[in-house]
């Protein structure tokens, strides 16, 4: 057997991120606070780079001064102190301990119980641990904390500021009654069976709540909105990108004509921080934009929420919000990451304001499909299983499989069909 060398010619298609690139990715994650101390770094590193004092705004930005601030407790210090006050057995006290863990810096608890049973490894049921949340932690201050949705941190605030029998009431079927899309239909519905004074009374305590309770105490590290919503005599909201405290830079042009200068000879090190300084300028100029544009468009499918005209999140993710502004739902991920934005309902993260949708065919949030579900299963006249729920619900063209009822179904507690 004879071997033979043979030359071949392969075209292959290979994507490479370039340093620059791959930089830019960096710069989109970043979040307020980070972006402007690397500013600043840059500035002391890149002589080519300066400061606009024009258009500096009054507010502080020495990040020596931010970062040489006393050390305070964080929300989950805070939390756990108060614990200590509390009679609890051992039990109750290693779920409560992991919660508090589990809780975001704007108060909120964002991921679901069965993952919190998997982080305890199984070692505690989903029944006690929605005991010790809604017994234990919602107990806490700041009032509202350790809520799964705004909602829910709405009721609980309102349960502590101890309004009336008759008040919470209303306000349990504003929030919880799937029928209302939103606050006006509740008005309307509610003006029959109470009186419309003390219906817009509740609903004026409802707009009060905070949706950060954990951002009102003190938070990790220190939070900046990068985007605030104005509302205009139209009411329609107008998203803009907080200037203040944000550094605004340029190019030396002075010092960049002296380097082109050919009579100088500059070094080689000199012409590429010209190119870096370059770059920045439009990296963070991209970076800004790309976070108004997804933040705007944020804003503009939950408007009736931000507004005070809805209670309700509408569907959403990040793969419509990248087909809409035309760019890779992993740029959006990154977009999300550590932003913030100053509302009407004080400031919230963008990734809060985004809720999946539980079926393919319809928009219907997890929080919409949990509320249909204890509907049908309190007006029901036998009892029906998850499989009959799920056909109740495709007829009206949900499209949900019988497991995803009965996940659901599960996350609010309620027995099977056979245990009711």
């Known amino acids: 057997m004879s071997i033979k060398l043979v030359r071949e010619f392969k075209q292959n298609h290979k994507l490479s991120i370039t340093p620059q690139l791959k930089k830019s990715i960096d710069l989109l994650q970043l979040s307020r606070l980070e972006i402007i101390n690397k500013i600043n770094n840059e500035i002391d590193e890149n002589p080519f780079l300066k400061k606009d004092f024009d258009h500096e705004s009054n507010s ?81 201050e700041p009032a509202g904390v350790g809520a799964r949705n705004f909602k829910e941190t709405i009721f609980i605030q309102l349960k502590k500021k101890e309004i009336s029998v008759k008040e919470l009431e209303i306000a349990h079927k504003i929030l919880f009654n799937p029928q209302f899309s939103n606050f006006e239909d509740a008005t309307s519905h509610l003006a029959k069976h109470y009186s419309k004074h003390k219906v817009e009374t509740v609903l004026k305590k409802i707009k009060q709540c905070d949706l950060s309770p954990g951002l009102e105490f003190e938070s990790t590290h220190i939070i900046q909105p990068d985007l605030e919503v104005i509302p205009d005599n139209n009411q329609n909201l107008n998203v803009q990108f907080r200037k203040d405290n944000f550094p605004l830079i340029s190019l030396d042009q002075d010092l960049e004509e002296l380097v082109k200068n050919k009579k100088n000879k500059a070094s080689k090190e000199l012409k590429e921080k010209i190119g870096e300084a370059k770059w920045l300028i439009r990296a963070i100029n991209k970076r800004n934009e790309t976070v108004q544009n997804v933040g705007t468009l944020i804003c503009k499918i939950q408007a009736d929420f931000l507004s005070n005209k809805s209670p309700e999140l509408k569907p959403l993710s990040n793969v419509e919000l990248a087909k809409k502004l035309k760019i890779s739902p992993s740029t959006v991920s990154r977009i999300l990451r550590s932003k913030y934005i100053q509302t009407p309902k004080g400031a919230v993260s963008m990734k ?69």
């Open 60 to 140: 502080f930005d020495d990040m020596d001064l931010l970062e040489n601030l006393p050390n305070k407790f964080t929300l989950q210090n805070h939390l756990e102190n108060q614990l200590e006050d509390i009679k609890l057995n051992n039990k109750e006290k290693k779920i409560a301990l992991v919660i508090i863990q589990c809780i975001e810096e704007n108060g909120l608890l964002q991921i679901d119980l069965d993952e919190i049973e998997q982080l305890m490894e199984c070692a505690h049921s989903i029944k006690e641990i929605k005991y010790v949340l809604s017994n234990i932690i919602h107990d806490l």
């Open 352 to 420: 809060s304001l985004l809720v999946s949708s539980v079926s393919k065919t319809r928009k219907v949030t997890p929080i919409q499909l949990m509320e249909e579900i204890q509907k049908i299963i309190e007006g029901e006249k036998k009892k029906l299983s998850d499989q009959k729920i799920s056909d109740l619900l495709n007829i009206r063209g949900f499209n949900l499989a019988r497991r995803t009822i009965s996940k659901y179904r599960k996350k609010i507690n309620l027995p099977s069909s056979r245990n009711r």
